[in-house]
């Protein structure tokens, strides 16, 4: 069975410091790949999604980044942290474009 | 444009107490996919139904029911003989070939809670 996997749980970081947050799926292949953030009380916000390695879509500009450096791995970064970048950080996968996406146990990240 | 709206903010009830989870969506597409999804305290959203546009048959699972109509634009989710355990946030979402290159279009939620 397929599972996904997200690192750290929690986050405490500075602002200014930078980010990385690591997303990997297993009994899967060539998945896409997505990042979401959700602040506090909110709902989604796609950041990020992948159909392939090294194949990165951005949906809001914004001082983040992702790479996808091998078909299961899926990486979120910053090189300075914003106190707006504080939220609830989710990595999804599914098999193709329209079906239904399975969700990581998510990173809490605070920005100090 | 591509929206989905979930107008309850908040429901609470005591358990035992059937309960129904609205959600209206817009698009242009014919061809068209919607989602409900369970986010509990501890975060992670999991994932409960998914639907096309050409299937309007309503679906049970248990104590959970989906009752989808084109003609309102609504896929509204049931639950029956709600327990504690059914306290979470829920979501519906869409997803749209044309409208939303198949991006999920999110609603805002509905915190549902039940009181034992």
């Known amino acids: 069975s397929q599972t996904i996997h997200q690192w750290p749980a929690t986050l405490v970081q500075p602002v200014g410091s930078p980010l990385s947050l690591e997303c990997t799926v297993e009994g899967t292949s060539n998945p896409n790949l997505y990042w979401y953030r959700q602040a506090a009380g909110r709902g989604l916000q796609l950041l990020f999604y992948?159909?392939?390695?090294?194949?990165i879509s951005s949906e809001v500009p914004q001082n983040l980044s992702a790479s996808r450096p091998q078909d299961r791995q899926f990486i979120l970064s910053s090189k300075k942290l914003l106190l707006s970048d504080s939220g609830f950080y989710l990595c999804a996968w599914s098999v193709r474009s329209g079906a239904e996406q399975y969700f990581g146990p998510g990173t809490r990240l605070t920005v100090t | 444009a591509q929206k989905v709206t979930q107008a309850q903010t908040e429901i609470s009830v005591v358990e035992k107490e059937d309960v129904t989870l609205d959600c209206v969506y817009e698009?242009?597409?014919?061809?068209?996919?919607l989602f409900w999804y369970k986010q509990p305290p501890s975060g992670e959203l999991v994932f409960l139904i998914r639907?096309?546009?050409?299937d309007e048959q309503n679906e049970i699972s248990g104590r959970y029911s989906w009752n989808f109509q084109k003609s309102t634009s609504s896929f509204n989710f049931t639950i029956t003989a709600s327990q504690v355990v059914d306290s979470a946030v829920y979501f519906c979402?869409?997803?749209?070939?044309?409208?939303?290159?198949?991006?999920?279009?999110w609603g805002a939620g509905t915190k549902l809670i039940i009181k034992p």
């Open positions: 992948s159909v392939g390695i090294g194949q």
């Open positions: 698009t242009r597409d014919t061809t068209y996919y």
């Open positions: 639907r096309n546009s050409f």
């Open positions: 979402a869409l997803s749209c070939p044309q409208d939303s290159n198949y991006q999920l279009i």
